[in-house]
């Protein structure tokens, strides 16, 4: 293997490699620090990386988008080692390399924070950050002292506050994205590869996180920043390249010589129609889920809150600030410990989410799909059915799967879900089709109150902006809806009335003009 | 539809395959290996190994294990026996005129078809001890059955003071010995009876899909509704009612209830039970199980056990061997399900 690797170095120094197919955008001074030519990747049935390509400067931030599927993440793949491409080839400076894994990318300076959540489960925070390179001290042995320093200093550069001694099953998920961030950080490497890393961040915390990138840009790093989110994009990226179908849709360009609609151009392959939600023309109805003064077992304190048929109630906070407890103590995961629960005006106790179910008509979509809300390995049919095969059965018991699959696929027709049968596992469907699987098992379970926490993290504009007519459709026909989200624009686009949730309390409440301008002044008004 | 292709066929009947070339293999080496007698006795052992390996396939399938499955069997057989084994211990069973035997005990000589049933839900409330445990301590039952074993078989070693029920009725003991088409044990019925049971138990009713839905993601059951500690607890006593069942047949078979049951004598059934289910394609980390693969599994073993037997091959070797027919089945399948992912992906685009 290191054979390999040694003979495009001699063809370098003897001058000879590249120089005819240089792209634009290198330095005058020298090569590109990272180009990726003509890269293709296929997997059965399909041709993920159809000839991408790639460059990346020193000192630069590059973002990488397209729609799910379009080839992003194998890219990513290639270029951290954990895919070898059939065909084309990455040079660094100029010198043509090969990573048959993802430690020799690691040698090469490839930092990478992948997508999938990879922290190593009951090690500590400074252990998972520094698993690459554990400092020895005395006897060869590990120092946990030096660990934990180190450990420290990334994790104040990130302004997180989390101790480097604590385990990482103990921390939230904003809390556990930032320490993979500050994992890659830390291997200072000459090159960063960020996929998603501000999926469940807040505003506060990414704006921190962009702040350092910057200036690790002005240290001459370069920085390829995948993201759906084109505001962080927009705000944060010097270049953009867009991927479409395993190839680039465009070349890489300025961002400040693109707008929006030219990006999403680009990654559909179409003009996007700017989709205005249609006027709802059923009015809200009685209350059908009233908090009064309830406290939970997982720190909310005082929280009132009325929620109407036919309404959206929007809870914005930042990550932690208790409205997931807040929705897990509604449906009987966590204990309400004081106050009174009214589901249609009459006192409820909910103590499991069997009876939030079938006593309350209440479900919960939860915010992490893979671990909560879906089981991966089962049929999409399965996943859907859970919550009504008791009433599926027969008077022996006996489930038909007839009677299961006629009952299943309206749902699925009604929520577009595009899967190649009922029987597909559900781990191999997109974000967006999962996402909307765990909508319609609470559907058909028919639900009157919907708790729906964070549905469109991780997924593309064109799923999220259907996931939103969704939404907006099945309050039209009469649910009320309790909607978590982080993401500001989604919460201003579809809440009726927006309440502000801060350490366990509910700070505020705002009537919704969808102005978002002075929505979203006010809301950030409430959490500082 | 996909058309059946040849990684379809091995995926359904791979074992079959193994478990039939198996079979002609004996049949053509090991004398005697098709004779009735032998077919007869084979089908005894297979069944009660079969049973067994359900009563492990069912606590696999939700992500749990259950150490105790030969201390159950143990101590059900031997409540069986003091059930039905006569209050005197008289001759009965005995050659007129030999001495009283000193190594049996009495018992309460009820009805032994309602006994049987009496047993099962006896073995069914161990198995209510194993899951409760489970459920409160939030260990893992390895653990929790792991201890229980110890307690189960200490305790009825305790009461019995490792003394058997032998004088076991008449209509029981023609029970274990009865033949259909002179070739066939009843045993084999009642094992197909709980292999058909449990697949579509498994396959199509609320509580088989809510244990198999909770195997596969715990905490996704749980917030789909699902009561998660009571489908564990309510599958231990399943698990414990067949090792008690298996216990009961094994006692049919040998014609009492002895102590040693399912943790000694013919042989500790706690590997056995994890083989057949291994090689039948159940997950030890939960959510899938494999019926049918257990019932192939555990004929796959019991034949390459009696056959080497019939072959005179030592016991040390057919240790070795049956262990080294586990690894090869676990590496094939293997294999096998790479293959299949990989023509389902192909298939998918």
Known sequence: MDQERMVPEAQDQAGSTTTATLPPGREANGRPLLEMQGIRKAFPGVQALDGAELTLKAGEILALVGENGAGKSTLIKVLTGLYQPEAGEILIEGMEVRFPTPRDAMKHGIAHMPQERNLIPYFSVGENIMLESLPRGRFGLVDYDRIHREARGWLDMLEVQVESRASVDDLSIAQRQLVEIARAISREGRILVLDEPTASLTPHETETLFGVLRRLRDQGVGIIFVSHKLEEVFALCDNIVVLRDGKNAGNKTAIAEIDRDGVVTRMVGRAPVTQELPERTEGRGGPILELQHVNTSSGGRDISLTLHQGEIVGLYGLVGAGRTELARAIIGIDKVTGGQVLVKGKKATIRSVKSALARHRIGYVSENRKEEGLIQMLPLVSNVSITIWRKLQNLVGWISSRLERKTVQPFVERLEIKAPSLNTVVASLSGGNQQKVSLAKWLAAGVDVLIIDEPTVGIDVRTKANLHELIWELVQRGLGILLISSDMPEIVRLADRILVMRRGEIKGEIANDHDYEKTSELIMGFIH | ?349
Do not use: C
């Open chain 2, 1 to 349: 539809m996909r058309r059946p292709n040849f990684i379809t066929i091995w995926d359904r009947a791979g074992l079959a395959v193994v478990v039939l070339s198996s079979w002609a293999v004996f049949a053509i080496f090991a004398e005697g290996f098709t004779s009735k007698f032998n077919v007869f006795s084979v089908g005894r052992l297979v069944s009660i190994l079969i049973v067994v390996g359900l009563a492990q396939t069912v606590v696999m399938g939700i992500g749990d294990i259950n150490l105790s499955v030969g201390a159950v069997g143990g101590v059900v057989a031997m409540f069986f026996g003091w059930l039905v084994a006569p209050t005197q211990l008289g001759t009965a069973g005995l050659a007129s005129g030999a001495p009283q035997d000193v190594t049996a005990l009495p018992g309460l000589g009820i009805n032994w078809q309602f006994a049987f049933i009496l047993a099962l839900l006896f073995g069914a409330a161990l198995g209510f001890i194993n899951g409760w445990l489970i459920v409160r301590s939030g260990l893992h039952g390895f653990i929790v059955t792991l201890g229980t074993m110890g307690v189960f078989s200490g305790s009825m070693y305790i009461i019995t003071k490792v003394k058997a029920f032998r004088n076991l009725p008449e209509g029981f003991l023609g029970f274990g010995k009865m033949k259909f088409f002179d070739l066939l044990s009843p045993l084999v019925f009642i094992m197909l009876g709980v292999v058909v049971f449990l697949f579509f138990f498994l396959r199509s009713t609320t509580p088989g899909r809510q244990m198999l839905a909770s195997g596969a993601n715990r905490r996704a059951a749980l917030a789909s509704g699902i009561n998660v500690n009571r489908i564990v607890i309510s599958t231990h006593m399943l698990s414990a009612a067949l090792a008690g069942l298996a216990g009961i047949m094994l006692a049919a078979r040998i014609g009492s209830a002895i102590p040693t049951i399912g943790t000694g004598g013919g042989g500790d059934w706690l590997l056995p039970s994890f083989a057949a289910s291994a090689i039948g394609g159940t997950l030890f980390t939960g959510g899938s199980v494999n019926v049918v693969g257990t019932m192939f599994g555990g004929l796959l073993l019991g034949t390459v056990e009696n056959g080497l037997n019939l072959l005179r091959v030592p016991g040390f070797w057919v240790q070795m061997i049956t262990g080294l027919v586990l690894l090869l089945a676990v590496i094939l399948d293997r294999i096998r399900v790479v293959a299949v992912e990989r023509s389902r992906m192909g298939a998918a685009q």
